[in-house]
C-alpha cells in the first residue's frame, strides 16, 4: 500500500517552461488535493477533485491547471512557469467515510520541490 | 470562509519541558475537525494529533495533547517532556465535516504555522 506517490521529487524550470507534477494514490480515495507551500509558510489549495471528472478551483489556482480523469490519477499542469511558482507542491487525498469517522484525515504525499529559474 | 491563526511564528524549549502551541480559529460551522501537523526539515506532513468538534473531551497522543476551547475558538497544542526530535514547523488545521454538506469538500485550512526549537 504505498498511499500518496507524487513525481518528481525535485525539479527546476526555466521561466516560460511547462511541466506536470504527477500524483496517484492507491486507496480508493474520491477527494484530491493540490497543494503549495512557499517558504516558511502554510499550505495554500490550489485545486481539489471530489471524484473523476469532477475538479474546481482552490484559493491560488492562476498558473496551474488540474484532470482528474481517473479516480488514482490527480495531476497538476504548470504552464508557462514563472519564478513565483517556485515552491513544495503536496498532493493529498482522503475518503468521505461515515459521520466523525477517521476518514475524514487527509493522507499527504512526500511533496515535490519546483524551482523556476 | 474559515481562517485559522497562529499567533507565535517561534517557539523554543528546552528538552524533557513542556511547551504549548497556540491556535484559534473563526467558523460558522458546528460540526468540524481541528489538526496539528508536524513538519520536519524532511517537508513531510505528519499528523500528531486530532480532535473532532463534538467532542468535549481534548485528544490526547502520549506526550502530545490539545486544549480544545469550542466558544472560544481556541485550539492550543501542549507537548509534554520535549524531545529533540520534537523540533520542526508546527501546523494548525481545520477541515469541515464532509458529511455536513456545504461546500468546502473537504480541504484543510491551515495556519501559518510555528517553528519549534527544541534546546538539549
Known amino acids: 500500500n504505498a498511499g500518496v506517490t507524487q513525481t518528481p521529487k525535485f525539479r527546476i524550470l526555466k521561466i516560460g517552461q511547462s511541466m506536470t507534477l504527477q500524483c496517484a494514490q492507491d486507496?480508493?480515495?474520491?477527494?484530491m488535493y493540490w497543494y503549495r507551500q512557499d517558504p516558511g509558510m502554510g499550505l495554500k489549495l490550489i485545486y481539489y477533485?471530489?471524484?473523476?471528472?469532477?475538479?474546481d478551483k482552490g484559493e491560488v489556482p492562476n498558473g496551474y491547471n488540474v484532470s482528474r480523469s481517473t479516480t488514482e490519477d490527480f495531476p497538476l499542469r504548470l504552464e508557462l512557469a514563472a519564478p513565483s511558482q517556485t515552491s513544495v507542491y503536496f498532493c493529498?487525498?482522503?475518503?468521505?467515510?461515515?459521520?466523525?469517522?477517521?476518514?475524514?484525515?487527509?493522507?499527504f504525499g512526500a511533496g515535490s520541490r519546483l524551482t523556476v529559474l | 470562509a474559515q481562517t485559522v491563526t497562529q499567533s507565535q511564528p517561534e517557539m523554543s524549549v528546552q528538552e524533557a519541558e513542556t511547551v504549548t502551541l497556540s491556535c484559534t480559529y473563526d467558523?460558522?460551522?458546528?460540526?468540524?475537525?481541528l489538526f496539528w501537523y508536524k513538519q520536519p526539515p524532511s517537508r513531510q506532513m505528519i499528523l500528531v494529533i486530532r480532535?473532532?468538534?463534538?467532542?468535549?473531551q481534548n485528544a490526547t497522543e502520549n506526550r502530545f495533547s490539545v486544549n480544545f476551547q469550542k466558544a472560544a475558538k481556541s485550539f492550543s497544542l501542549k507537548i509534554s517532556d520535549s524531545q529533540l526530535g520534537d523540533a520542526a514547523m508546527y501546523f494548525c488545521?481545520?477541515?469541515?465535516?464532509?458529511?455536513?454538506?456545504?461546500?468546502?469538500?473537504?480541504?484543510?485550512?491551515f495556519g501559518q504555522g510555528t517553528i519549534l526549537t527544541v534546546h538539549p
Open positions: 467558523t460558522s460551522e458546528s460540526d468540524y475537525y
Open positions: 493529498a487525498s482522503s475518503y468521505k467515510g461515515r459521520p466523525f469517522s477517521g476518514a475524514n484525515v487527509l493522507t
Open positions: 477533485s471530489v471524484g473523476a471528472g469532477i475538479t
Open positions: 486507496m480508493n480515495h474520491n477527494y
Open positions: 480532535q473532532e468538534a463534538y467532542k468535549q
Open positions: 488545521a481545520y477541515r469541515s465535516d464532509l458529511n455536513a454538506g456545504g461546500t468546502s469538500y473537504g480541504k484543510l485550512t
